[in-house]
């Protein structure tokens, strides 16, 4: 429940989401990676809500690699198609 310093602009975004993915917000964030790309980049937050507050998301090591793979499959209807090591994916505990 701590306040971060960085505001959302247009590198940086937050997503208040909880996991799995609802269909919804995979949709969203496919939209933010599809915008970053397609400018200057940017970092996309997951689980910090509209006023800044790290909530967080409960992940074991499987979730993990399940939420950075969704990720990754998102930017595969991409065209023209996005190099993945244009994407990275880091968990940060809390």
Request: hydrophobic share 35%.
């Amino acid at each position: 429940n701590e306040k971060i310093k960085e505001k959302s602009s247009q590198e940086i975004e937050f997503k208040n989401y909880s996991f799995p993915l609802k269909q919804e917000n995979a949709e969203e964030i496919k939209m933010q990676l599809c915008s970053f790309l397609n400018t200057q980049g940017g970092r996309l937050y997951i689980g910090i809500n509209e006023q800044n507050i790290v909530e967080g998301i409960i992940l074991n090591y499987k979730k993990r690699d399940i939420l950075r793979n969704s990720i990754v499959n998102l930017t595969y209807d991409f065209y023209p198609k996005c190099r993945l090591d244009k994407i990275f994916v880091y968990f940060i505990p809390i």
